[in-house]
């Protein structure tokens, strides 16, 4: 395993190469209305499409990589030591895909030794692709984004989400303290989507109490490229986290109407 990072190019070139076949899959189950369903719970549902999307990714991946660690959603993890790993997200919105419902995507990031080096975030049915690697700013479709410049809470739009894994109470009181000081909430069922719109300025922000890592590591880098601020919690060692992202002006003012968030906690992403 060498110590020095490897080229950039070739990582990102991987990383569309994956995210682009995959989402050929995606649209095409998507398409002909054929996602078949795996499990159901309560508030999720378990789709061929996304076992089919990793696949896809995962098999590219290696290829190119073997030597690099993957954590995924549905396959778990392996080699998560090495230097350099994986986070993939095959297939985020999942519960609106099953329903037709138009908004979900594809993630993917690279970490060397701990830092995220590369996103991508890719919207099949819009065919946005969001980019970045780490030192070179942020992209959608090739050209240059940004975060939005609002520095108003009151005249903000900052989206939020609620997984089944919520700690009791704290995601209601952080949604009933926003709510109270910003213009709109959105829940779009993508944290993913969420992220990579706050890059772009469609959002402000972006926040959520339980969110799972491979929900946001690629929006990460690529809102820090894009100019903005993000921080994510997490006080054991499960791929859980809380997550606020937004432009730099705002962060402040809604890390003080949220409760469980210590930026004095932050640890690796992975640990």
Known sequence: MTNSIPDLDDVFDIAVKASLSSACILKETWMSSAASVLKRTKHDVKL????????TIIEIIKQCRPQDGIIAEEGGESQINNDGVWIIDPLDGTVNFSHGH????????????????????????????????????????????????????GQSMIGVGFGQ????????INFDALGLKVQKLRISGSAALDMAYVACGRLDAYVESSIFVWDVAAGSVIIE????????????KSFMRKCIASNKILFDKIIKHQTGFNPTEIKPLID
Do not use: M
């Open 48 to 55: 061929s499409a996304d076992i089919n999307s990793e696949k």
């Open 102 to 153: 138009p908004h979900f995507c594809l993630s993917i990031a690279w970490l060397w030794k701990n830092v995220i080096y590369v996103g991508v975030i890719y919207d099949v049915v819009r065919n946005e692709l969001f980019s970045a690697v780490r030192g070179r700013g942020a992209k959608l479709n090739g050209a240059k984004i940004s975060v939005s410049e609002t520095n108003n809470l």
């Open 165 to 172: 894994s919520i700690p009791q109470g704290e995601g209601k």
């Open 225 to 236: 490229e894009a100019g903005g601020k993000v921080c994510l919690w997490h006080k054991d």
